[in-house]
């Protein structure tokens, strides 16, 4: 793989941009409801023109309600963002506990081997995180999505450091 300065600039941006969003949670948490609604409507209409280019029959009404479906939801994340805000906090604490039972359940599977106990105790984490969050979604809400945003932009941020550092010289 090449090194590019493109790479290295990518990574510095990530990461300040994760800082940030650490640094101002709410904000950022608004701007993941925005992206998302967007997100949905966009998703939506391409998916409308799918189903009408594409889809034949019965399979057609599905695609075409799905896609109503998701324009619907856009608008209203977009139209009330703070509702939006409480929604998606709901679905990532839910999110949360789902994949903290669903690590639980492997971890419980891989202990004669020797890493279940690990995988346990990120279920477990998980599930105390997604139980915290609906036990105060609302004191969650406006700092939960940007410090997840934040930690993903300087998760990516720093990945994309490594990989200009490991390229060869250009």
């Known amino acids: 793989m090449k090194r590019s300065i493109w790479t290295l ?3 510095l941006l990530m990461i300040a941009a994760g800082v940030l969003a650490l640094m101002n ?29 594409d889809a034949k029959g019965g399979n057609r009404i599905w695609l075409i309600l ?12 977009r139209g009330n963002p703070l509702e939006g805000l409480v929604t998606l906090t709901i679905v990532v604490a839910l ?8 690590k639980l359940v492997v971890g419980w599977s891989l202990r004669s081997v020797g890493l279940g106990g690990w995988v346990m105790v990120s279920g477990l984490l ?22 997840l945003l934040g930690i993903e932009l ?16 250009a």
Do not use: T, Y
Not at 95 to 102: D, K, Q, R, T, Y
Not at 131 to 147: K, Q, R, T
């Open 25 to 53: 949670p709410f904000p950022a948490s608004l701007a993941v409801v925005v992206f998302a609604a967007w997100s949905f409507m966009i998703l939506g209409v391409l998916q409308l023109i799918s189903a009408f280019r």
């Open 66 to 77: 799905l896609a109503l479906v998701m324009i619907w939801i856009g608008f209203v994340l």
């Open 154 to 169: 300087i998760s990516d941020g720093v990945a994309a450091l490594f990989l200009w550092h490991s390229g060869e010289k």
């Open 95 to 102: 999110s949360f506990v789902a994949s903290g039972i669903a």
């Open 9 to 11: 600039i990518m990574g």
């Open 126 to 147: 998980s599930v105390v995180l997604g139980v915290m969050f609906m036990g105060n979604i609302l004191g969650a809400a406006p700092w939960v999505l940007g410090f």
